[in-house]
Every structure is written in C-alpha cells, then in structure tokens.
C-alpha cells in the first residue's frame, strides 16, 4: 500500500510525535501545529450493509492510535435495522461501537441522496468543512500508534484512508488525482508522476511509509481472531479484547462436573404425546439420566406421563415451577420467552441437561459432563449463517459461568427479536469468553423442512455421530398420516423410524411381529 506525505516527513517506520498541542478550541477539539484539528473522519458513503465487525475495528483502532478529540462517522443511509433472523441480528457492532468509543459521534448527510458526487468528492467536501483531519473509509484499521508532523497531506491511492491539514495542496485535486491512479490502462505509472500534472513542483508529496495501516476485509469474525497467531489477528485482539495473546478455550476437567440430570420446562397444560414420551424414555434409556425433572407449573397428564411414572418410578418426576411475569422489569407476553429463562434458572441451581420435548437422545451424554457448560450450533435447514446458538440443548455445571452471563444478559431481552435471545445472544457471550463454554458440532443434528422430510421418508443418513436428534417442522405427528405409536414405528424404512425403534426397542432395524 502506497501512502503520500509532505517533504516534512521522515524516512523508517517509528512514528514521530508533533512536539506540541495547542490548548481546546471552543468546540473542545485541539489542533496540532500547522492548525492540523485533532479529529477523524470516517465516511459510510452509500452502503446498504449492516455495520460489521471490521467496522468496529476500524473504529477502535482510530481510538487507540490516532487518538482524536472526536470521531465523526458521517453516512447518508445509516446501517440497516435488524430483522429477525440471524445474520441480520448478529450485527451489534454499531451498538457496540457506540458504548465503547464515548467520542464518537454520527453525522447524518441526507443531502449526499440528492447529489451524484464522486467518493473522492465527497471525502474532500468532509475535510474542506471539517478543516482537516484524520480521515478513513469504514474497513480501514491502524496497526500501531500514529504520530505524523504538522502540516501532513497523506492518501493512500485507493482513498481508504489520509491526513490533511489546511494547505494541502492535494485537496484541491483529489477528485482527478483519485481517477486517473484507479485508471488501470495508467496503473504502471506511479501516482507520483500523476501528482506533477495536478500539484506545483513545491507542494508535491512524497511517499510515507510510517502510516501503518491496512483495509480488512469486511466479512472478518471475532473467531477468526481468536486463535489464529497472525501479526493481523493479534492487532486486532488487542483492539477488541485488550490483549495480544490467543485467547483459552474451554478445556475438558479429569472428571464430570455436570450432574446427570435431565430438565424439561413446560408452561400450561400437557398432555404427554407418544414422541414427548420419546424424547423422555430417550433420556431414561440411552442417557441414563439418574432422574428426569418436568419443570412445569402443573402436572402432565395422559396416559403416556402415567406409564412413565409406573415404570420408572422416583427417576421421573414433576417439579412445580411457576413461570415469571417480567425479565430486567420488562413484562414477558410469550411463553417462549418464560420457558428460556426458566431453563437457565433450573440449570445455575441444579446443573445437568436441558432438553427441549423435540429433542430425541441419540447416545451417552458422559463425555460431554466433562465441560462446565456445553452448547451446540443453531444450524436448522441448512442456515449459512453458523454464529448462532442453539438453546434447546444445554449441558452445564450448577453455577457455571456461562448460564451466568446468559441469564445476567438476559435482563435486556427484545421480546419483538426471539432469534436475538435465544440464539445470537449466547454466542456473543462465547466470543467475548471462548473458554467458559464448549461448542460441540454434534451436539444434535437439526432436522427442517427439506433437511427433515427425507429423514421421515428414507433411510441412510447416518445419525449415529450426533449425540442428539432435534426435529423442528414439520412434526412428526403432522407428516405421518397415522397414529406414531409402539406398534407404528416397527415398520417406518427410514431415518426417523430407526431412530425411535432404537430409543423404544434399543435397535434401531425394523420389527417383525411373528
């Protein structure tokens, strides 16, 4: 990357500091000597994107290194509101930005929709107004600390990021200037030899190679950094976690700290059906639960809860839980909502498995009581978008610190965005803390839809490497146009058949009756 500077500038890559600041204007904005104000621009110029984890960045590296009065991010259409679903809702980097940079500050451009202006025009209507400053494009990220001398006049050639003071003579022309070194029958010659067309022979700036800086890609990821020993990720660790070391996972104890226990939550009246009674036989049998909790406000009912209870005795019982009213002194309408929190209060006091009743136990959860807490991916039909997780399936420690922080993060609930909370929200908990938590892929698989369908109707997936079965839509009960019982499931040629023979018979090949 080629970066311009003033005939003042010296060779090598240490930063030099102005040698004085003047005091605050009226604004409360100083201004370096050569009237250079201490402020930076940041222009969001006609992006219909969400604001995005590189964004942040970029902004926290200006914080860091450049270390202005104020951060003017200017736009004309402000990032898009979150709709409910993953992607969209995953993107809190704007929120994030704003509660941890108390100097930024947003501009809103509404006349830039009526004009047809140019980038570089734009940027160079910004510092004309501003008189100067730091200014970057959205994605662009300072490696270390700047300290440049006054009178500076520093772009790099695709205007990703610059240094202008009051007599630069390179904004006058920054529009041409910027056009004919993007001209790519004119990319073998320097942009220096373009500045001699446009700049007095006095004025020209030469190269400046202390401005270290680079443009990141957009769709970069808290754990693509996480890890990984790159001088990139460990500048960008330090701006988002403090801290130029690779972070710690969660690592597996020499014994089992979660108890084997299982927990169901269940607002409103229930009628135990035959694939609920799956789910819990399931829990029984191949789990090996030492006792299955229905956490419910009243006691099941049906035949089904009755056969349970008679043949598994004190190993299944009903645990009277009411429901709350209100999350952080917000009235909750959804039951849904109800039952998420429940399932976090139940498993800071008691530790074990939570389970949701469409949830169909596959293998022995032990391994898995190893960790503090472990969770799974919400990957239903076949979603692209992996940074989410799924709460219809947690194992955890009584106490353990990430339920902690899921409940505690709960007290900001949108009751309007249940995606958010019970999905997008525990993610965000692992990465800001990857090592209070485990994500294990095969926690369950998700069935779907079109990734569920074929397992109702063939055989030939193999399940046996996923520890649990999460069916969604459509429901079992609704696809089959007949009654799943005892008797039905022996002869079902498919996935889902071998999975429920192998819960109620413990093989999962089809029954013969003689």
């Not at 947003?106 to 025009?121: F, G, I, Q, T």
């Not at 800071?348 to 293998?363: A, E, H, N, S, T």
């Not at 505690?408 to 908990?429: R, T, V």
Request: charged content about 25%; overall charge negative.
């Amino acid at each position: 990357m080629s970066y311009y500077g003033s005939s003042s500038d010296v060779k090598g890559n240490k930063p030099i500091r102005p040698p004085t600041v003047s005091p605050e204007n009226e604004d409360g904005i100083r201004t370096r000597p050569g009237d250079f104000p201490l402020v930076a621009h940041v222009v969001w110029y006609r992006s219909s994107s969400w604001f995005k984890f590189a964004n942040l960045l970029s902004v926290l590296s200006i914080h860091r290194f450049a270390q202005p009065d104020v951060i003017y991010y200017h736009y004309d259409v402000p990032p898009p509101e979150a709709a409910d679903n993953h992607q969209s809702l995953y993107h809190t980097w704007l929120t994030e930005a704003k509660e941890r940079v108390p100097n930024l500050k947003y501009v809103h451009h509404p006349e830039w929709l009526e004009k047809n202006d140019s980038l570089p025009a734009i940027i160079q209507s910004v510092l004309r107004t501003s008189s100067g400053g730091f200014f970057f494009l959205p994605n662009s990220i300072l490696l270390r600390d700047v300290g440049l001398v006054p009178e500076m006049c520093v772009f790099d050639e695709n205007l990703r990021m610059g240094l202008v003071s009051n007599d630069c003579e390179l904004l006058n022309s920054l529009e041409t200037w910027y056009s004919k070194c993007q001209d790519k029958s004119r990319r073998s010659a320097k942009c220096e030899r373009i500045l001699e067309e446009l700049v007095p022979t006095d004025k020209i700036p030469r190269r400046l190679d202390s401005f270290g800086a680079l443009a990141v890609e957009r769709n970069l990821f808290p754990d693509m950094i996480m890890f990984s020993t790159s001088q990139m990720a460990s500048t960008a660790r330090l701006l988002y976690y403090g801290s130029l070391k690779p972070l710690k996972i969660m690592q597996a104890g020499i014994r089992p700290v979660a108890p084997n226990l299982v927990h169901y939550v269940w607002f409103g009246h229930l009628e135990l059906s035959f694939m609920q009674m799956l789910s819990v036989l399931g829990s029984l049998r191949i789990i090996q639960a030492e006792t299955v909790y229905i956490h419910a406000d009243e006691e099941p009912a049906g035949p089904y809860w009755r056969e349970l209870k008679a043949d598994y005795g004190p190993r299944v019982r009903f645990m009277r839980t009411t429901p709350v009213d209100t999350i952080g002194g917000r009235k909750v309408e959804h039951i849904e909502h109800k039952s998420d929190y429940a399932r976090l209060l139940i498993l800071l006091k008691y530790g074990g498995i939570y389970m949701d009743f469409d949830v169909l136990p596959l293998r022995s959860f032990d391994h898995l009581r190893y960790f503090d807490a472990v969770i799974g991916r919400d990957v239903a039909s076949g979603i692209d978008f992996d940074r989410a997780l799924q709460n219809g399936l947690i194992v955890a420690k009584a106490d353990a610190e990430f339920i902690k922080q899921f409940r505690d993060a709960y007290q900001k609930f949108n009751a309007s965005k249940w995606n958010y909370n019970s999905c997008i929200l525990p993610y965000k908990i692992y990465e800001k803390r990857p090592d209070i938590v485990h994500i294990e892929e095969s926690l369950q698989y998700q069935g779907f839809d079109k990734f569920l369908i074929p397992h109702y109707e063939t055989a030939g997936f193999d399940w046996t490497n996923y520890y649990a079965y999460h069916y969604m839509t459509p429901e079992p009960e609704d696809f089959f146009h007949f009654v799943l019982d005892r008797k039905s499931i022996k002869t079902i040629n498919s996935t889902f058949g071998e999975i429920m023979r192998n819960i109620v018979f413990g093989s999962k090949d089809i029954v013969y009756d003689e």
